[in-house]
């Protein structure tokens, strides 16, 4: 079965600090990857995304990803943490045959303090 | 990327009731999905809405709980009947991109409370 997995429930970091939220999959076939994040009381907001090409893809707000096969990891990174990247964010997965079903990890929360 | 709204944007409805969610799109988009995200939890698929057909609901998910409609490609309807306290969730439809089929974008959701 398709799975995405975030191991930290809640990631504390320093602003100005470099951040990291982990991701992992298991998927069969190639993985779409993706990261979402979710301010409070407001909708999914799309990050970036992989889907070919370099491992190390760039997005919205400064983030970044670097996919690695070998590892079945996204994990996100940012070099210099803000407080207003505080939020919750999601990885998200997709393959090819699954008709554009997402299955989302379960969330990590990022704090960011001054 | 597509301009989602949502109707209504949050809603306290009574045990027992029904509420339908509206999704509205400002451009013509291939697929239209429907997600649930319960109180502190992660998103779940509940169905992907199928323009001019029935409506195909992921595991654990049935019609008679949760009937959707699309009748065109801007504009997609999720209704949660019977409503129970477990029914309490945010609901957010999503829509693919134009530049990619797997990339979706998503509405600001409806946070339903059923009391």
């Known amino acids: 079965a398709q799975s995405v997995a975030q191991p930290e429930d809640q990631v504390n970091v320093a602003e100005g600090n470099p951040l990291t939220v982990k991701c992992t999959y298991s998927v069969s076939g190639n993985p779409y990857l993706f990261w979402y994040v979710q301010y409070p009381n407001r909708g999914l907001q799309f990050l970036l995304k992989?889907?070919?090409?370099?491992?190390l893809v760039k997005g919205s707000y400064g983030f970044e990803a670097e996919f690695n096969k070998s590892q079945t990891s996204f994990h996100l990174k940012k070099p210099s943490a803000l407080v207003s990247d505080s939020a919750l964010y999601f990885c998200?997965?997709?393959?090819?045959?699954?008709?554009?079903?997402?299955?989302f990890g379960q969330g990590t929360e990022l704090s960011v303090k001054p | 990327s597509a301009v989602i709204s949502q109707k209504p944007s949050r809603d306290i409805c009574q045990r027992g009731t029904s509420l339908t969610i509206q999704c509205q799109v400002d451009s013509q988009v291939t697929m239209m999905f429907w997600y649930r995200q319960q109180p502190g939890q992660s998103l779940t698929l509940i169905a992907t809405a199928n323009q001019g057909s029935e409506a195909t609901y992921e595991s654990g998910f049935v019609i008679d709980k949760f009937p959707i409609s699309r009748p065109n490609l801007t504009f997609s309807t999720l209704t949660v009947s019977n409503m129970s306290p477990e029914d309490s969730s945010i609901y957010l439809c999503?829509?693919?991109?134009?530049?990619?089929?797997?990339?979706?974008?998503f509405g600001p959701g409806t946070r339903l409370t059923v009391t």
């Open positions: 998200a997965v997709i393959t090819y045959n699954q008709g554009g079903k997402l299955i």
């Open positions: 992989y889907i070919t090409g370099d491992n």
């Open positions: 999503s829509v693919t991109g134009s530049g990619s089929v797997y990339e979706q974008y």
